[in-house]
């Protein structure tokens, strides 16, 4: 079954540093999500994305977050500046069309963001 | 925009009991709600969903119930297993209806 794919699975920056986190979506999918989960907290929307736009954000995706599809495959989030309350388990999803009800969202395994 | 209450925050049951999970949301014009499954080291797993025009639905030891009056909806499982233990969270559309709200999860634990 296809799978949502996340790299590195575990990262470790200064505060203060940009960080990239990546994600390839399943192939077909044209809906792409960030979200977050600070640890033993419920999961955050971050951002939606389709068709090189975000669809919608949250409040907690503020100037410093930034989201991009680079290439044919690849979904990026940056934070630009990070700080020790970005330390969270970062989930990417895609889905086939936008509305949930007929598309699900599929999540990857996560990205553990650590900022020391 | 949407807002999605859980409870409870955990949950320990015999196997072989029945575990119940609560939430309710906020946005009246909210018709569909998922549930996910999240194990350990791993991303939400969709499980069941329920769209607002059934009141309930079933798939084999898990089924969802939805109260749109009152604005809640139900997990439901039977005859519990250990594989069961996992956090469960609940969600519901968001305002624009392009992403899920998530609750805040319920850790279920299935003893043996």
């Known amino acids: 079954e296809p799978e949502v794919t996340q790299t590195p699975s575990h990262q470790v920056t200064q505060m203060g540093q940009e960080v990239i986190l990546r994600c390839v979506p399943i192939?077909?999918?044209?809906?792409f999500y960030w979200y977050r989960q600070i640890l033993g907290q419920k999961v955050e929307f971050l951002v939606s994305?389709?068709?090189?736009?975000?669809?919608?954000k949250s409040e907690i995706f503020d100037d410093q977050f930034s989201v991009e599809r680079p290439d044919g495959s690849n979904f990026t989030l940056k934070i630009r500046s990070t700080k020790l309350e970005d330390s969270a388990m970062y989930f990417c999803?895609?889905?086939?069309?936008?509305?949930?009800?007929?598309?699900?969202?599929?999540f990857g395994n996560g990205t553990r963001l650590t900022v020391t | 925009g949407e807002n999605v209450e859980q409870h409870p925050s955990t949950l320990s049951v015999q196997e072989g009991d029945s575990a119940v999970i609560k939430c309710t949301y906020s946005?009246?014009?909210?018709?569909?709600f998922p549930w996910y499954k999240q194990e350990l080291g791993k991303g939400p797993q969709l499980i069941i969903d329920?769209?607002?025009?059934?009141g309930e639905k079933k798939d084999q030891r898990i089924a969802v119930t939805l109260n749109k009056t009152a604005k809640h909806f139900s997990l439901h499982i039977t005859e519990t297993q250990p594989e069961d233990s996992a956090v469960y969270f609940c969600?519901?559309?968001?305002?624009?209806?392009?992403?899920?709200?998530f609750g805040k999860g319920t850790t279920l634990s299935v003893s043996s």
């Open positions: 969600a519901a559309p968001s305002q624009a209806g392009t992403a899920l709200i």
């Open positions: 994305f389709y068709n090189n736009e975000i669809s919608e």
């Open positions: 192939s077909n999918h044209l809906y």
């Open positions: 999803a895609s889905s086939e069309g936008w509305d949930p009800r007929s598309s699900p969202l599929h």
């Open positions: 946005d009246s014009a909210s018709n569909y």
């Open positions: 329920i769209r607002s025009n059934v």
